[in-house]
């Protein structure tokens, strides 16, 4: 094995093996570029070294120091030459850029001799002296351990005692002097002297490079991107220039285009006379690289030409670092730019305009979150971020408002023209009205499939649950955060998409839909297979879900329509009814409210297909908080007073004791409540298809589809079918319309899954609910795993991901194809789907593209992300596909 490659034997495509910044440094080189010259140490020597137990191999070693010698034949200069020194720096490079999350070393090979040399070869003491003493202050914070802190504390003391206001002032005399004190310095924090022998400070800095890898700063940065913690980094050495050795020299940062709106304009900075970390460490101001024209014309002309053939070479926006030596321009690095979500969509169209990428490519480039970013307002990327309290982020998009703790009072607020912020341990069916209300919600328990999640994130708003560190007290009206205490009307600040509580007001980006951003996604529907559908349970988030192209409801939750404030009551009668013609009644109260929605949902899908789930959760959902409840009874009883009032909420706690379960997740729900009380469902089923024979009667096409949930033995299926049958039946005998509509199931529980040739036999279609079959897999309360144990899982490497955000391939994913294959083996057009959450994520949603899935259904905030995510599957399927073609041709 090859642990050290030069530049001319690398390319772009060796990024796993020497890392993107060596990759790009070898592509550079071999196109043509000023580069100064240099070698890369491979991730596989990083690797070794912790196999090694940090200790660099004999090979490594051997390798570098030959590397070395080739590096000063081409330079003509040596480490540590007395008349002509070289000076290198030792520079990180992992396969996936991680800026400013690991160390580097400038102006290796510095000492007493090297220096004396450098300061007679420019003629410029000055700067000479200068460079040493970065050197020093860098070598030691970066690979002795002694921080920046106490360096600077000396030179800020020097100035003060010469009386100079800047670092210019200093003279080489000064640096000399400062010199000695940085020795001594190093001498009384380490125990021992500044090493001055060049190849002792090259494999030092080489150790502290790789050990950098796992550095706090750097693991953290991995987790938050999903970087995988076993690629390693390379090491790239490299002969160092100067920009500071005067005014025709220099340093400078640039993006090929604007990274904030993607405008096709030059966008950087640049210093005269400095090295790169003046530009970082804000000591002096840059100036904006278009005056750069004025001051170094030929050389300015000469970086637009590198800049222009660098994205055209990458075909994609570069950033860019560079420094001018003496008049001579050279390129430090390229990489892939950053950019806003923003300035992602309009380049990727804007080059496709331009002739640099195929509309295929084009949609390939856009990371689908970043679309997500655009649908919603979201914190300033300047703002400085200092969260008060962090939870779990259940619905992005951020909001500022005033602190509210009640329903109501948010209600009455917000129709007063407030803005609030409703804030609960948990919400229930009867906060309905103030999540409405609301400009977000904020709960301290539940997870991410709560009753606030799921509202918050079919109604687009932010919301965050499971924020434990936020202590609520509702009778005080107050919140505490470790020893920070909000009240009543307090104005917060929250952002959704990452948890976090922000005190007072923080500034706002609006949504901005481009017409790039409609291009971009017309192009995706042009190559995708997949479908794209909304779950959606009102008219308004299904006219959302059809303004963001969604071509059909792939999970519309009927009970999100028994929440609503003025139902409560009569869902309450019927849950509380003692005989079932008490019950019937209620029934018949609810069927022309359920038909209202369901006429209301099938106009605004004009004719899209609608997936209907009937009546899921258990009934104790419906009632009053058993807590809250008792404490309400017992101040009855104890004051006497009101006692019809107290004769009813006995009555509730009786019916409410009755239902209460050990495990609701698992108990009577789904199709279980469907087989025990058939009247639910007739009721359902009937409503929905009196919606669907009145609005084919005004001549619009329907296309309902019945969903059965939590189906797990094909009996069940079989009787909760024949149900729907039935009122179909005698809908179409009371109106004479005749109406089409199919009967499926939800698979989510594994036996289901399992036994899915048997079930398929009464389904039309398949409906993998992947939120509850999570769950069911890996025995995970969501809601408790998320609030307690799940996110430790994840840091420490236990689970990769969370399998509630992307869907688990080697469990879960095992089961959906296990059920796609028993079901179409049984029934070869059994139509399968995904509406579990997972239906928005690129990663999941990718998998179901390779199993072969007619569709994926999301919240409609989430409709545009998974367009675009199903392109991308699709155009990689057939990349992946072309090229198992041409092997085995």
Not at 441 to 453: D, F, I, N, P, Q
Not at 634 to 643: A, P
Request: net charge negative.
């Amino acid at each position: 094995m090859t642990f050290v490659y030069a530049f001319e034997e690398g390319n772009r495509h060796m990024k796993k093996l020497i890392g993107g910044k060596g990759a790009n440094l070898a592509e550079m080189t071999n196109i043509g570029l000023p580069v100064p010259e240099g070698f890369t140490i491979s991730t596989e020597a990083c690797l070794d070294y912790y196999t090694n137990s940090q200790t660099l191999s004999d090979q490594v070693k051997q390798e570098t120091f030959a590397a070395l010698k080739d590096l000063e034949k081409k330079t003509g200069k040596t480490l540590g030459g007395a008349a002509d020194p070289l000076f290198v720096s030792i520079r990180s490079g992992a396969v996936a850029s991680m800026p400013g999350m690991m160390d580097t070393v400038l102006n290796l090979g510095m000492n007493d001799e090297t220096v004396e040399a450098m300061a007679s070869l420019t003629d410029n003491p000055r700067f000479a002296y200068d460079s040493y003493r970065r050197f020093i202050q860098m070598f030691s914070d970066v690979v002795l351990g002694v921080e920046t802190y106490f360096f600077e504390r000396e030179l800020e003391k020097y100035r003060e005692s010469k009386g100079y206001d800047s670092d210019p002032e200093m003279t080489a005399a000064d640096w000399q002097e400062l010199i000695q004190t940085y020795k001594q310095l190093v001498d009384t924090h380490t125990g021992r002297p500044f090493p001055v022998d060049p190849h002792e400070q090259l494999l030092l800095s080489i150790k502290a490079v790789f050990d950098s890898w796992n550095n706090d700063r750097a693991t953290i940065y991995r987790k938050l991107h999903q970087i995988p913690h076993n690629l390693g980094t390379a090491v790239n050495i490299q002969s160092m220039v100067f920009g500071n050795m005067g005014d025709d020299s220099g340093t400078g940062v640039a993006f090929t285009r604007n990274p904030s709106t993607g405008e096709a304009l030059l966008y950087g900075e640049y210093l005269v006379n400095a090295q790169g970390e003046d530009v970082v460490a804000g000591i002096r101001t840059p100036q904006p690289i278009s005056t750069m024209k004025d001051v170094m014309p030929e050389v300015f002309e000469e970086f637009q030409a590198v800049c222009s053939r660098l994205e055209s070479h990458y075909e994609d926006m570069q950033d860019i670092e560079f420094t001018v030596e003496r008049g001579k321009l050279y390129v430090l690095q390229t990489r892939n730019g950053k950019r806003t979500s923003q300035a992602s969509v309009k380049i990727a169209v804007d080059m496709v305009e331009e002739g640099v990428l195929t509309k295929e490519q084009a949609v390939d480039r856009v990371d689908p979150d970043q679309l997500h970013q655009l649908l919603h307002r979201r914190i300033d990327d300047g703002y400085e971020r200092q969260a008060l309290v962090k939870g779990l982020p259940a619905s992005p998009g951020a909001a500022t408002g005033r602190i509210v703790f009640d329903a109501d009072e948010a209600d009455r607020r917000y129709k007063d023209g407030e803005h609030v912020i409703l804030i609960r341990p948990e919400t229930t069916p009867d906060d309905i009205h103030g999540i409405i209300a609301a400009e977000a919600v904020v709960t301290s328990r539940g997870g991410m499939t709560s009753h606030a999640a799921v509202v918050a994130r079919g109604m687009g708003k932010a919301c965050i649950c499971g924020c434990e560190g936020m202590k609520i007290n509702l009778q005080d009206k107050t919140i505490r955060v470790q020893d920070k205490t909000l009240s009543h009307l307090d104005l917060i600040t929250i952002d959704g998409a990452t948890g976090e509580v922000f005190e007072g007001d923080v500034p706002m980006v609006e949504p901005e839909l481009s017409g790039e951003f409609q291009q971009l996604l017309n192009w995706a529907d042009d190559v995708r297979r997949l479908g794209v559908r909304a779950n959606a349970d009102n008219p308004v988030d299904a006219a959302k879900a059809v303004e963001f192209g969604a071509e059909g409801i792939g999970l519309c939750r009927t009970e999100h329509m028994f929440m609503e404030q003025e139902r409560v009551p009569v869902v309450r009668s019927m849950i509380l009814a003692e005989t079932v013609s008490e019950r019937e009644e209620a029934l018949r109260r609810l069927l022309p409210m359920q038909q209202e929605d369901f006429e209301g949902i099938f106009k605004a899908m004009a004719g899209r297909p609608v997936t209907i789930r009937l009546l899921d959760p258990p009934l104790h959902e419906f009632l009053p908080d058993l807590e809250e409840l008792l404490v309400e009874t017992t101040k009855l009883q104890v004051t006497g007073e009101n006692s019809e009032l107290l004769q009813q909420k006995q009555r509730l706690l009786r019916k409410l004791r009755e239902l209460n379960e050990f495990n609701p997740m698992l108990g009577h729900r789904g199709c279980r409540l469907g087989m025990t009380n058939p009247e639910i469902y007739d009721m359902q089923a009937e409503a929905i298809f009196r919606a669907a024979a009145a609005l084919e009667q005004d001549g619009m096409k329907v296309e309902p589809e019945v969903m059965i949930p939590l189906v797990g033995h094909v009996n069940e299926l079989r009787d909760m079918r024949q149900v729907v049958e039935d009122a179909a039946a005698r809908v179409t005998d009371d109106t004479g319309v005749h109406f089409t509509y199919t009967v499926g199931t939800m698979i989510e529980v594994p036996r289901a899954a399992l036994t899915a040739d048997q079930i398929a036999a009464e389904a039309d279609f398949f409906s993998f609910g992947t939120n509850d079959l999570t769950q069911t897999t890996f025995g995970y309360s969501r809601d408790d795993a998320e609030g307690k144990f799940l996110q430790r899982y994840v840091d420490n490497g236990t689970l990769e991901t969370n399998p509630f955000v992307v869907l688990d391939r080697d469990g879960v994913g095992k089961l959906v194809r296990e059920g796609v294959t028993l079901g179409r083996g049984a029934k070869p057009d059994l139509k399968a789907g995904i509406c579990g959450e997972h239906g928005g994520d690129p990663s999941s949603i990718a998998f179901c593209e390779e199993q072969g899935l007619d569709y994926v259904s999301c919240s409609p905030f989430r409709v545009p992300v998974a367009r675009l995510a199903a392109a991308q599957a699709a155009i990689r399927a057939g990349s992946k596909q072309a090229s198992s073609e041409a092997v085995s041709n």
